[in-house]
C-alpha cells in the first residue's frame, strides 16, 4: 500500500483525487487541512485520515511525514515559506517524492497576451513568491515533480497536453479534473515523473484569453 500525505486537502483539485482514490486499498491517505470539518464526508472511508493543522506548524509536519511514499501540495499563500517547510521535513524524514502544484509563467514561459495577463492577474509579488518556492524545491535533494497548471476551470472534461521546462508553454486553459488526473498519473508512477516541471494545459487554447476575461467577468 502507497502511503500519501496531501498538504491542502481542501483545495478543489485535492477534493478531486481524493474522491477518485476514496477506498481504494492500494492508496493510504493522510489528509491535513486547517479546519476538518470540511472534509467531514471522507471520514468513514477506509482508506484516509483527517488531520487539523497547518504546514506552518514545521514540527507537526516531520511527525505526519514518517513513513510516507509521497506528498502531495495543493497549496497557496506565502508558497516560499510552505516550501522551505516542506523540503525540510520532507529531508529530514527521508521522504523523497513531492507533487507540487503551482501556476503557469513560473520561467516566464509564457507567450503574451496570456503570460502578461496571467502576471498582472496573480500579481507580480505573488509570482515572485511562487518563483521562489519552485527554485527551493528545484535546488534541494527531492525526487520533485512540479506540475505549472494554465487558467483553471471547474469543467468535468479530462484533456490535456504537457510542456516540459524550457519549452514555451501551450495554451491557456485547464480543467481541474485535468490535473487532478495527472496528479493521479504520478502518484501510482512518481519515478516515471521526477526532477521535472511540467506545464498542463488543454490542447486548442492557444487563444482563449477573451473567454477568459468573459469567466472573470462573470464571476
Given at each position: ?23 481504494n486499498k492500494n492508496f493510504e491517505l493522510t489528509l491535513l487541512l486547517r479546519n476538518s470539518n470540511r472534509l467531514k464526508q471522507l471520514e468513514s472511508a477506509n482508506n484516509m485520515t483527517i488531520v487539523d493543522g497547518s504546514v506552518s506548524d514545521t514540527k507537526l509536519l516531520k511527525s505526519l511525514m514518517k513513513g510516507m511514499d509521497i506528498v502531495y501540495a495543493n497549496l497557496n499563500g506565502s508558497m ?140
Open positions: 500500500m502507497k502511503k500519501i500525505l496531501i498538504l491542502g486537502a481542501n483545495g478543489k483539485i485535492a477534493r478531486i483525487v481524493e474522491q477518485r482514490l476514496l477506498n516560499e515559506q510552505w516550501a522551505k517547510n516542506i523540503v525540510e521535513s520532507m529531508e529530514t524524514s527521508d521522504v523523497k517524492d513531492l507533487i507540487w502544484i503551482t501556476g503557469s509563467g513560473l520561467y516566464h514561459e509564457v507567450p503574451d497576451p496570456f503570460g502578461s495577463w496571467v502576471e498582472n492577474y496573480v500579481g507580480h509579488e505573488s509570482k515572485e513568491d511562487t518563483r521562489r518556492a519552485a527554485s527551493i524545491i528545484e535546488s534541494s535533494d527531492l525526487n520533485y515533480t512540479i506540475i505549472r497548471a494554465a487558467y483553471m476551470t471547474n469543467d468535468r472534461e479530462i484533456d490535456y497536453e504537457l510542456t516540459k521546462k524550457g519549452d514555451q508553454f501551450k495554451g491557456t486553459m485547464i480543467s481541474r479534473a485535468s490535473i487532478a488526473d495527472f496528479v493521479i498519473k504520478i502518484i501510482k508512477d512518481p519515478e516515471k515523473y521526477s526532477n521535472e516541471s511540467f506545464g498542463i494545459s488543454k490542447p486548442g487554447t492557444d487563444d482563449m484569453l477573451n473567454k477568459i476575461r468573459e469567466i472573470e467577468h462573470d464571476i
